[in-house]
């Protein structure tokens, strides 16, 4: 390949916005971050990915003072102790996060979790079968839309 690029605009192409859009992926599977990261590593976006491994973890990374906040959350729906759902509950009932889209992340597309999770706020549901390349295609197309979108929310 040729020389490096900036680690936005090989997501988004040439002359696209390109300031720091920090991601928050909240994954409790080691594994499955483990891959994440790979993914985000080829994208060139890996400098923008923040891990949480549970629920709880994520709400106090996202609550610290002078921290910056992800303009985007990436949610496994099958978390551990704090489940997804209660989790997007908190998250939309706080003034100070509610603005910061959510993106569920599943295994399963049943028609009634969807439906949750839209209720509950998500901004959207993603259904991936868990293979590398599935994963790629879904978070290349996933990140050039949220690194094109603009936020409401002043950081």
């Known amino acids: 390949m040729g ?87 908190v998250v939309k009932s706080d003034s100070r996060l509610c603005m910061i889209p959510i993106v569920v992340l599943s295994h399963s597309d049943g028609t ?3 439906s949750r999770y839209y209720e509950l706020g998500a901004a959207g549901y993603m259904v991936h079968d868990g293979e590398y390349a599935d994963i790629l295609d879904k978070m290349r197309a996933l990140c050039n839309y949220w690194m094109l979108s603009r936020s409401p929310i002043v950081y």
């Not at 988004?12 to 891959?35: M, Y």
Request: some cysteine; overall charge negative; aromatic content about 4%.
């Open 3 to 89: 020389a490096e690029t900036d680690s936005a605009s090989s997501v988004v192409g040439p002359g696209r916005e390109t300031e720091p859009k920090p991601i928050l992926l909240v994954e409790s599977v080691f594994q499955s971050a483990v891959l994440m990261g790979r993914i985000f590593r080829e994208l060139n976006l890996l400098d923008q990915l923040a891990i949480s491994m549970d629920c709880e973890t994520a709400l106090v990374r996202l609550r610290q003072p002078g921290v910056t906040k992800p303009r985007l959350i990436l949610l496994d729906s099958r978390m551990p102790r704090m489940s997804a759902a209660s989790f997007l509950e």
């Open 112 to 114: 009634e979790g969807v």
